[in-house]
């Protein structure tokens, strides 16, 4: 297994203890535990792909289980603050359901021997989400960090849509009905 795969599997294994870090009150410090392991697995997701492109080290396993990485934390994140009131549950229900889309879409695609990765859009969703999450996370107050939160939240929204659209757009043949 080459070191961007391993990476991957680093940022799934690294969930458990940013869950608890930000959801069990009795972890001292635990808010910006939570934050400085969120930041540590979204810098990974980040690094795996520049080492992949550098040094050639794209697999289909890659392709496969990065985006499924990144809905991992990216949901597991935004599904905490719903829990702790800070992030509307329907905002959510939107970011995720396209979630499951887009692995349903690539599941067909799979089977028809196709592997289909992340694009541009995707990327930059993704980049977005973070970025909101670590800022809610952060829970600095005030109307100016309030004012921030919602732009991001309304944001990653629009790009999950527009990503969704853009995936759906360019893999249209995925559901034809041919081999």
């Known amino acids: 297994m080459n070191l961007p795969n391993k990476l991957t599997i ?5 969930i458990p203890f940013f869950l608890v870090a930000l959801m069990v009150e009795a972890v001292p410090y635990g808010k ?7 930041i540590i697995a ?3 997701d980040m690094l795996d792909g520049q080492i992949a492109r ?8 890659g392709k496969f289980m990065d985006p499924l990485a990144d809905k991992l934390l990216v949901c597991s994140a935004m599904i905490a603050l719903i829990e702790l009131g800070r992030i509307p549950a329907w905002v959510v229900i939107i970011i995720i359901a396209r979630e499951f ?8 695609a799979s089977d028809n021997g196709v592997v289909i990765a ?17 800022v809610i996370m952060c829970d ?33 043949s995925v559901l034809s009905d041919t081999k």
Do not use: C, H, P
């Not at 680093?10 to 690294?14: C, G, H, N, T, Y």
């Open 101 to 108: 889309i887009i692995s349903g879409f690539r599941l067909v």
């Open 32 to 38: 910006w535990i939570a934050v400085a392991i969120f």
């Open 54 to 61: 550098k040094y050639n080290l794209i697999t289909n396993f």
């Open 140 to 172: 600095f107050g005030g109307d100016v960090v309030a004012v921030i939160e919602n732009v991001l939240i309304y944001a990653a929204l629009a790009l999950t849509v527009i990503s969704l659209i853009d995936y759906l757009a360019k893999n249209k």
């Open 10 to 14: 680093l940022r799934v294994i690294l």
């Open 118 to 134: 992340a694009g541009w859009w995707g990327k930059v969703k993704t980049v977005v989400q973070m970025i909101m999450i670590i």
């Open 42 to 44: 979204s810098l990974t």
